[in-house]
């Protein structure tokens, strides 16, 4: 035996192959192989599908956030819009409701001053009336005294115009 023990060392030393080491290299292999996808290989897979289903879904969440974000974006500038326009339709009915409140306010201040100056005018109107009226009882009974005067005495022109002079400063007095 010694024989072919030195066989397998000669034939080794040149190069030979021997099958005893291939089948063991490829025994060890193949269960290193097994062992690799078993414990290593497998669950790695399950890892990078678990990874890979985990990076699928958050695409798919964050595409569908971004979709929302848009619509939302759209429906407040929409908003925004519609703001602005009911304020600015507001703000175009409180000028209008200004401006003809007003008009109503100068309207009825108008009306005012002219039933005023109206009354005014119809309150000179009866006190100059009253004026005339008391000037003109004046005068008749200031023609009644000086005709009953001139016919009590005979007078000259100088005396005429000192009795003139006397009522007239009387009627002054009275007054």
Excluded: C, H
Excluded at 87 to 102: G, V
Excluded at 130 to 141: C, E, N, P, R, Y
Aim: net charge negative.
């Amino acid at each position: 035996m010694q024989l072919s023990s030195d066989w397998l060392i000669v034939g080794a030393e040149v190069g030979g192959l021997n099958p005893g080491d291939i089948i063991f290299s490829l025994l060890s292999f193949a269960l290193l192989l097994f062992l690799l996808k078993k414990f290593a290989w497998g669950p790695l897979m399950d890892k990078m599908e678990e990874r890979e289903n985990y990076i699928s879904n958050e695409i798919d969440v964050a595409e569908k956030n971004r979709v929302e974000a848009e619509k939302a974006s759209l429906e407040a500038a929409e908003q925004l819009k519609n703001t602005r326009q009911e304020a600015q339709a507001i703000i175009e009915e409180a000028k209008k409701s200004a401006t003809e409140q007003e008009q109503s306010i100068l309207k009825a201040a108008t009306e005012a001053a002219e039933r005023l100056k109206k009354s005014a005018q119809e309150d000179i109107e009866n006190e100059k009336e009253k004026a005339v009226q008391a000037l003109q009882a004046q005068v008749a009974t200031l023609s009644v005294q000086i005709a009953s005067k001139v016919i009590e005495k005979e007078i000259n022109a100088q005396d005429q115009e000192k009795l003139i002079s006397e009522y007239i400063k009387e009627v002054g007095e009275e007054r």
